[in-house]
């Protein structure tokens, strides 16, 4: 829901580590990232969750990073955007699976497999969406995005996922009922994209 207004001014706030990273390629930060929110994953599989915090907190440092020096060195490609997202779902899955597992709770399994499901309608959602945007030439290059595609806004985007996973990593004896409530607001941003489909895709 603020994933456009935050990355208005993402540049101007990573602008002092666009400068310390220098050369360095946007895949290489793209791939670290993932690396740090696998480590993230893996520590609240083993219940550090005050690291896991950390880590994941990290991990959503450097991916707006990536993009950010990619601008900076003019290097903006289809396939590091392809890659940015691809290891974004990578860790999305990840750290919900590492909570849910950190315990023996069956209502924690049984809502990370609601979550899981729910994220694969939502995907499906939106990237279709996406490119049928793109396909109509009413994407990015209409919105002016500094994304690769464009994302139709809804309750739940990207900012609000960073204070789920960090809720859930605070309050994992409680990922069940969290997990839950996340799986339905995310269904209502689901509901929220079909309507304005059908509103401007019958037409």
Same mark, same amino acid.
Request: with cysteine; aromatic share 14%; proline share 2%.
């Given at each position: 829901? +603020?994933?456009?207004?935050? /990355?208005?001014?993402?540049?101007?706030? *990573?602008?002092?580590?666009?400068?310390?990273?220098?050369?360095?390629?946007?895949?290489?930060?793209?791939?670290?990232?993932?690396?740090?929110?696998?480590?993230?994953?893996?520590?609240?599989?083993?219940?550090? %969750?005050?690291?896991?915090?950390?880590?994941? *907190?990290?991990?959503?440092?450097?991916?707006?990073?990536?993009?950010?020096?990619?601008?900076?060195?003019?290097?903006?490609?289809?396939?590091?955007? %392809?890659?940015?997202?691809?290891?974004?779902?990578?860790? %999305?899955?990840?750290?919900? *699976? !590492?909570?849910?597992?950190?315990?023996?709770?069956?209502?924690?399994?049984?809502?990370?497999?609601?979550?899981?499901?729910?994220?694969?309608?939502?995907?499906?959602? @939106?990237?279709?969406?996406?490119?049928?945007?793109?396909?109509?030439?009413?994407?990015?290059?209409?919105?002016?995005?500094?994304?690769?595609?464009?994302?139709?806004?809804?309750?739940?985007? !990207?900012?609000?996922?960073?204070?789920? %996973?960090?809720? +859930?990593?605070?309050?994992?004896?409680?990922?069940? @009922?969290?997990?839950? *409530?996340?799986?339905?607001?995310?269904?209502?941003?689901?509901?929220? /994209?079909?309507? @304005?489909? /059908?509103?401007?895709?019958?037409?």
């Amino acid at each position: 829901m +603020f994933d456009r207004s935050i /990355r208005r001014v993402k540049d101007q706030w *990573l602008h002092p580590l666009v400068v310390l990273f220098g050369d360095t390629s946007p895949c290489v930060v793209s791939v670290t990232a993932c690396v740090i929110g696998l480590a993230s994953a893996w520590l609240s599989w083993m219940r550090c %969750y005050e690291w896991a915090i950390s880590l994941w *907190l990290l991990n959503r440092l450097f991916d707006g990073l990536d993009g950010a020096i990619a601008r900076k060195q003019d290097k903006q490609t289809d396939f590091g955007g %392809y890659v940015d997202i691809l290891l974004d779902f990578v860790v %999305y899955a990840a750290v919900p *699976l !590492g909570v849910a597992f950190s315990t023996t709770n069956v209502i924690h399994h049984v809502a990370l497999g609601i979550l899981l499901s729910v994220y694969y309608l939502n995907a499906a959602s @939106w990237m279709y969406l996406s490119a049928l945007l793109e396909k109509h030439q009413h994407g990015v290059f209409m919105t002016k995005e500094q994304t690769s595609i464009t994302m139709p806004v809804t309750l739940i985007g !990207g900012t609000e996922t960073v204070v789920a %996973y960090v809720l +859930f990593l605070i309050l994992p004896s409680f990922f069940g @009922w969290l997990a839950g *409530l996340f799986s339905l607001l995310i269904v209502f941003g689901i509901l929220q /994209r079909l309507n @304005w489909a /059908r509103g401007h895709l019958n037409s």
